[in-house]
């Protein structure tokens, strides 16, 4: 349910202006980058999202999802923080190339979106949990796509992701010190594989674009 209010939005924007459609899936490796002494041990774990886009040829609005395959652990003298995270959100992205939907490019994003957090409080074996209210997000994202074969549609994705999102102070457990509100900040490295749907006067373009590599190349077909 939670997916229909994207979809929606996607639905409407690719019946009014759309020149390409967009999707992507994902896995993702991330670094912690908190700002408070509790969580100095910065900690490395996985994720995995999917992204759907539409709009112009170099130039797309669209929605993404992500979460944790593993949680971000802290470590501490009687008991250790994790947190797992699901994000829902927008973004606009932008691909620098002749060609984007078959070219190798340049891609830049930035979004902004909702985390559903849980924190998780671990001792003596046991898990405790609680969530945080949905908490407002932001990234950017530089990075490369490439095709999987020459004039492919499909594309290898790489690139490096700046995630930060404010997280208030929270209380697990009564009478166990509260995780403290700090700036939950990540970096990640994806790498993903996604295809492209080109349409209208675009499609033509690419055709054409095909037809003259095949005619240089003797093709007469």
Do not use: C
Not at 40 to 60: E, K, L, P, S, V
Not at 146 to 170: C, D, G, L, W
């Amino acid at each position: 349910m939670k997916f229909l209010p994207f979809l929606a939005f996607l639905a409407i924007g690719l019946n009014a202006w759309s020149q390409n459609l967009f999707f992507e899936g994902f896995f993702s490796g991330n670094r912690t980058k908190y700002n408070k002494p509790e969580f100095a041990n910065n900690d490395i774990y996985t994720g995995y999202g999917a992204r759907m886009g539409f709009g112009a040829d170099h130039f797309q609005l669209g929605a993404e999802y992500h979460s944790n395959l593993d949680n971000p652990t802290f470590l501490g003298a009687t008991a250790d923080w994790s947190f797992k995270d699901t994000y829902y959100g927008g973004f606009l992205r932008t691909k620098i190339s002749r060609y984007p939907a078959m070219r190798f490019g340049l891609v830049l994003k930035a979004g902004m979106g909702v985390y559903n957090t849980v924190a998780i409080l671990t001792s003596a074996g046991t898990d405790t949990q609680k969530s945080y209210d949905a908490l407002l997000g932001f990234f950017g994202s530089a990075g490369f796509s490439v095709p999987i074969s020459k004039y492919s549609h499909t594309m290898i994705e790489f690139a490096y992701t700046y995630n930060y999102v404010q997280r208030p102070e929270i209380t697990i457990v009564e009478g166990r010190p509260a995780v403290p509100e700090h700036n939950a900040i990540s970096h990640m490295l994806n790498l993903g594989l996604s295809h492209n749907l080109v349409f209208g006067k675009r499609a033509e373009a690419y055709r054409h674009a095909r037809e003259n590599w095949k005619f240089r190349k003797g093709w007469r077909g």
